[in-house]
T-cell receptor, first 113, second 110 residues
């Protein structure tokens, strides 16, 4: 089946720094990818839709200047958490659709100290 | 708006026991309904889906029926195995955007 990878799987950073998370579709192309955030024991919340060749679409309440999304190619989307703070600590998951099925990456655990 | 409510866990079962995880939804229109599973250390995988009322999705011994009258999509398996230990998410989608339930952790003991 289709595979989506994320890198890194875990990252620890200091408050005020920026962190980049990569999402790649390994064996298919995706003009659209999705970024989710998951807090402990809570559901996944859609943050934004990443669109290849155009601006990302953010869900209500998500700060677009804080969570920068770049869909550089048909197989790569990046999420940059800028000026990270402890409240940004979370599990970030991306997905990419192929036909009518969403394929998910394994997630990135971000811890901001 | 769209929302999904699923049974809170954790759920602990013995092998060969019957598993049911309740899921109800609120949505405008007629969304597709999904169950995703997340095995330890892995990404979410589609377990099954149903795209219209009365459809039954099934996979790996799991089943769920799209019940429009009760706005439900309960997941069932008649005889679980240790390898079914995972977190199960109910989700709905009118398009590619998914709204997830909180997830239910299931542990099956030998």
């Amino acid at each position: 089946g289709a595979v989506v990878s994320q890198h890194p799987s875990r990252v620890i950073c200091k408050s005020g720094t920026s962190v980049k998370i990569e999402c790649r579709s390994l064996d298919f192309q995706a003009t659209t990818m999705f970024w989710y955030r998951q807090f402990p024991k809570q559901s996944l919340m859609l943050m934004a839709t990443s669109n290849e060749g155009s601006k990302a679409t953010y869900e209500q309440g998500v700060e677009k200047d804080k969570f920068l999304i770049n869909h550089a190619s048909l197989t790569l989307s990046t999420l940059t958490v800028t000026s990270a703070h402890p409240e940004d600590s979370s599990f970030y998951i991306c997905s990419a659709p192929l036909t009518d099925t969403q394929y998910f990456g394994p997630g990135t655990r971000l811890t901001v100290l | 708006g769209n929302s999904v409510t699923q049974m809170e866990g954790p759920v602990t079962l013995s092998e060969e026991a019957f598993l049911t995880i309740n899921c109800t939804y609120t949505a405008t229109g007629y969304p597709s309904l999904f169950w995703y599973v997340q095995y330890p250390g892995e990404g979410l995988q589609l377990l099954l889906k149903a795209t219209k009322a009365d459809d039954k999705g099934s996979n790996k011994g799991f089943e769920a029926t799209y019940r429009k009258e009760t706005t439900s999509f309960h997941l069932e398996k008649g005889s679980v195995q240790v390898s079914d230990s995972a977190v199960y998410f109910c989700a709905l989608s009118p398009d590619y955007k998914l709204s997830f339930g909180a997830g239910t952790t299931v542990t099956v003991r030998a």
